[in-house]
């Protein structure tokens, strides 16, 4: 092995991202948990101009349901 | 270049606000908890190789997926079709396998830190200095660029003054990065991914009720499949990804067939997925050997399908508004996306893509950004300038040269915001550096005689040829190419010819590096004391590699299919 080999594996001895780096499926769950809600609400208490605007879909119901699906997956994977 | 109009100014409200407020949170809460994580400069830059593929793979893919590439490629598809996919599975899928399956053992085997440092224990230190330097400058410039286009971007949607969206993302940017380091940026990329996601699929699913569905928008653009003897406004040729490509015939992408595959799908798709550092140092921060190879695989599935949600909107949005490009209309093809957004989502989503939109831009420039710092402060300030310090000093310097480098970024934008011009030859002009370093390593990593000399001039040699087919050859008129893209690809094959050409005689005419200097670097050899054990698991199916990478090669194939017939 070279110099720099024996460097970066004692860097990787010494790293403490392994260890201590928290996992990132906790932030996504949590975001789109919470995005799924408000977005859920946004739907569930949409106007008219809204509906229309989107093509009679509402977008955002199915958006926000779709977001908080995402984020439980992602807590539950945990 | 993306000289939004007025008029695209979203109706945004409260909650919208408050769902970009809480992206912009959440963004910095992810620097400060990953700050404790880092404790050695492995940490910062490469996030102590340890990593999963999944989390690797995805910001692999987001890396990729900055804005700029996402408003490009709707445009993209509106101007060019169906041609547009050749961006995706022949300029992308083969190139980021051929990283995974044939490349990456040499990149993460060898335990090198940057794409530069590979060049450096195979060639020595002329072209790995070149490469640094090289590279540093056009990440800078490129991460200036980017915010540039962001602020135009936000001006013409939110109303924000440019100077403001440049601040406070590049400010963004620089708090992350600092913090946490790579695995700030990775996954910051992951979560950039999702909610780009949650933002494009009901902006496409609305956007298709809007035409009467794909049958109503192949009807629109091209007249086939809708009554008797009705034209479209495109032309038949537009949803065909390679009728009208013949050589000598005339296409609206000014290319044909064989610069497409040789130029578009060979070597600049292989100069950029290969040896761009980074996408490269994506997979360099993952946890074994199996998964640096995984990372590119597991990107390929999503890019793949990406077309569906960024170029189906760009048709999209052409049959809204048929003068989109047209000149008198007020909107360019950059504004496709934007205007979906403007006619079709209602406040909520809204907010969503707007935030999406934005995450894409600042996780664009975070890994120019960080991708600098790395090679900044490994190859050329730990190579040449102080060596042999501590690591704790690294580690300092790589959280300074972060600050520095957002900084250059931001003074970029705004001389950008004056020149706009200057900036599409400097795009131009960093598409080239990539091609010539990708021959360099493809003959460096499978022809063991070719020397360190010949690494240096092929690099320099390609790099100058391409430069010189652009910008006099092409740009002069002295050769005739239809398009500003087509240039692009036959230039891109000048610079791999000439580089290869170059490294053949001077490696005939140098002196060959001893093998057992190469061990680890070459085809054929093994670093010796390196060899890992599989780590538990990866021995499942779904996590061999030669399946993934030959899956994604086949499933890009099919997806022409449609497109051919």
């Given at each position: 092995m070279s110099d720099y080999q024996h460097e970066v594996k004692e860097l990787e001895r010494t790293s403490a991202t392994a260890a201590r780096l928290f996992d990132v499926r906790r932030i996504i769950g949590g975001l789109f948990v919470v995005y799924g809600v408000i977005v859920t609400i946004a739907g569930l208490t949409a106007s008219d101009a809204d509906l229309k605007k989107a093509e009679g879909i509402n977008i955002n119901l199915w958006t926000g349901l779709g977001m908080l699906a995402l984020g439980l997956f992602f807590l539950g994977w945990l | 270049m993306y000289q939004l109009a007025e008029g695209l100014r979203l109706s945004t409200n409260w909650l919208d606000y408050s769902i970009l407020a809480i992206y912009f949170v959440v963004v910095l809460g992810i620097g400060f908890a990953a700050r404790r994580s880092v404790k050695t400069s492995l940490d910062f830059f490469l996030s102590g190789r340890s990593l999963p593929a999944w989390v690797t793979g995805l910001a692999f893919v987001a890396a990729n997926l900055g804005a700029t590439e996402i408003l490009g490629m709707a445009a993209n598809g509106a101007q060019y079709g169906a041609y547009t996919v050749h961006w995706y599975w022949i300029g992308a899928i083969p190139a980021m396998v051929f990283l995974g399956l044939v490349m990456m053992p040499f990149y993460y085997g060898s335990k090198v830190r940057s794409v530069p440092e590979f060049l450096l224990h195979r060639f020595g230190p002329s072209s790995h200095l070149l490469s640094s330097l090289i590279f540093a400058v056009s990440s800078v410039l490129i991460a200036g660029v980017n915010l540039y286009a962001m602020a135009i971007v936000l001006e013409a949607l939110?109303?924000?003054p440019q100077w403001v969206a440049i601040v406070v993302a590049g400010f963004f940017v620089l708090g992350y990065i600092t913090l946490g380091g790579l695995s700030s940026a990775i996954y910051n990329e992951v979560l950039q991914f999702f909610v780009i996601l949650a933002a494009l699929i009901p902006l496409t699913i609305v956007g298709l009720k809007r035409v009467g569905g794909w049958d109503g928008l192949t009807d629109s653009l091209t007249g086939k499949g809708g009554a008797q003897g009705s034209h479209g406004s495109?032309?038949?040729?537009?949803?065909?990804?390679?009728?009208?490509?013949?050589?000598?015939e005339a296409n609206a992408l000014g290319a044909n067939w064989l610069t497409i595959v040789l130029g578009l799908g060979f070597v600049l798709s292989f100069g950029y997925w290969t040896t761009n550092f980074a996408e490269v140092q994506r997979a360099l921060s993952a946890k074994n050997l199996s998964a640096a190879k995984r990372t590119p695989l597991i990107a390929a599935f999503p890019k793949i399908l990406i077309p569906m949600v960024v170029i189906v909107p760009g048709l999209i949005a052409l049959v809204m508004?048929?003068?989109?490009?047209?000149?008198?209309?007020?909107?360019?093809?950059?504004d496709a996306i934007p205007v979906l957004m403007r006619d079709l989502l209602p406040n909520g989503v809204l907010g969503i893509a707007v935030t999406g939109l934005l995450a894409a831009f600042m996780a664009g420039m975070a890994a120019n950004v960080s991708s600098f710092n790395t090679v900044f402060t490994n190859d050329i300030w730990a190579a040449y300038?102080?060596?042999?310090?501590?690591?704790a000093y690294y580690l300092a310097t790589g959280r300074w040269v972060t600050a520095v480098g957002v900084i250059l970024g931001m003074g970029t934008a705004f001389i950008a915001s004056s020149f706009s011009n200057i900036m599409n030859y400097l795009q131009t002009l960093f598409s080239f550096f990539n091609v010539p370093l990708f021959c360099v390593f493809i003959i460096g990593m499978f022809w063991k005689r070719s020397t360190g000399p010949a690494g240096f001039w092929g690099l320099l040699s390609g790099t100058l040829a391409a430069m010189l087919n652009y910008f006099w050859l092409y740009k002069q008129h002295v050769i005739d190419i239809p398009s500003d893209q087509g240039a692009n690809f036959v230039s891109a094959i000048v610079a791999f010819v000439v580089g290869a050409v170059v490294m053949l005689v001077v490696t005939l005419v140098t002196k060959p590096k001893p093998v057992e200097q190469l061990a680890g670097l070459v085809y054929g050899t093994k670093s010796p004391g390196l060899e890992e054990a599989p780590a538990e698991g990866d021995d499942a199916w779904y996590r061999k590699p030669a399946l993934l990478g030959w899956g994604a090669v086949v499933l890009a194939a099919l997806c022409y299919i449609p497109f051919s017939l």
């Open positions: - | 939110l109303g924000w495109q032309g038949e040729n537009f949803l065909s990804a390679w009728d009208g490509t013949g050589i000598g508004e048929p003068t989109l490009g047209k000149e008198g209309s007020g909107l360019q093809y950059n300038v102080k060596k042999d310090r501590a690591d």
